[in-house]
């Protein structure tokens, strides 16, 4: 199994930037790919943004050109860069690994909080 803690959110002013972090430990050496849930209140939780051993990353239209997600296999981590953040981007973030395509349980999340 693969546990997952995240760190990094916070609140900021639209328009500002946070930079999301994420470190991986136990069975890490099955991850195919990890990503970044987000949740905000009365929603359902979508994919932010996922990127696979080999580099290739996906985004949900909402934030592609804006956040940026990278990984460092060394280190197994994976951070989420959040730039020109705005209000509808409040909501938990949760990191994800993910073993042949599914999604292995998410971290317990970092509260992102964008003020209009």
């Known amino acids: 199994q693969v546990q997952l803690v995240e760190s990094g959110g916070g609140l900021v002013q639209a328009g500002g930037s946070l930079r999301l972090s994420c ?64 209000p509808e981007d409040t909501a938990v973030y949760y990191c994800a690994a993910f073993i042949l395509g599914y999604p292995q349980p998410l971290g317990h999340g970092t509260q992102v909080t964008v003020s209009s």
């Open 23 to 86: 470190t991986a430990s136990g069975s890490i050496f099955s991850i195919n790919a990890m990503g970044w849930y987000r949740q905000a209140p009365g929603k359902q939780r979508e994919l932010v943004a996922q990127i696979t051993t080999s580099g290739r990353t996906n985004y949900t239209d909402s934030v592609k050109g804006r956040f940026t997600i990278a990984r460092d296999a060394a280190k197994n981590t994976v951070a989420l860069q959040m730039n020109s953040l705005k």
